[in-house]
């Protein structure tokens, strides 16, 4: 202690004697200066560091808030995106199941169509060897009409002689008589 108050003195001696010189006793000078030192920070940096801490309190705390705007943006946009997800699923499902019951209802019209043709070929089918069978049956009955005829008339020739052909005729034109008189 008694080299601080030694200190203390030579201080104040310094000051009258209008000397400068270094104290080279450091056990009396250190603590002494380091005081001062301290005591200068405290007193004059209190105020830049309280200022520094506030701004840095202020900035944490803006960027605080600013990051909790950004994630309540981010949650919304993601809200949004769930719901036009959600919607274009729905979507989606139901152009599936349009586009199955589309198929399905193409199906249906093509197989429907398919048997419509089918019938119709089938009717013309049934029209055309009916039409065929009539033709073939009237060929037929025209030939043997034909056949039977050229038998009639081979018979007529062969058996009919000039007496039996002028009874026929006479027979025939009396009975074009009675008709006649009847109708008149």
């Known amino acids: 202690m008694k080299n601080l108050t030694d200190s203390f003195l030579s201080l104040g001696l310094w000051s009258s004697a209008g ?10 000078t250190n603590p002494i200066n380091l005081s001062v030192v301290l005591g200068l ?5 209190k105020g ?13 705390l803006k960027t605080i808030r600013n990051s909790e705007e950004l994630r309540r943006g981010a949650i919304e946009q993601l809200e949004k995106a769930r719901a036009r997800l ?8 139901q152009f599936r199941v349009n586009g199955y019951s589309d198929i399905e209802r193409e199906k249906s019209n093509l197989i429907n169509s398919t ?15 009916r039409f065929e069978q ?30 039996l052909h002028l009874r026929t005729i006479n027979a025939n034109i009396g009975m074009f008589g009675t008709l006649t008189e009847i109708i008149d």
């Open 41 to 45: 920070l405290i007193f004059f940096g």
């Open 86 to 93: 959600r919607k274009v699923e729905m979507e989606a499902d």
């Open 134 to 163: 009539q033709r073939a049956s009237n060929q037929v009955r025209q030939r043997v009409f034909q056949q039977a005829l050229k038998g009639a008339l081979g018979t007529l020739t062969s058996s009919l002689n000039n007496e």
């Open 48 to 60: 830049v560091l309280s200022d520094l801490l506030d701004n840095r309190k202020q900035r944490i």
């Open 115 to 129: 048997y419509q043709t089918l019938e119709q070929f089938e009717i013309y089918k049934n029209e055309t060897i």
């Open 19 to 28: 000397s400068f010189g270094f104290n080279t006793d450091i056990l009396a």
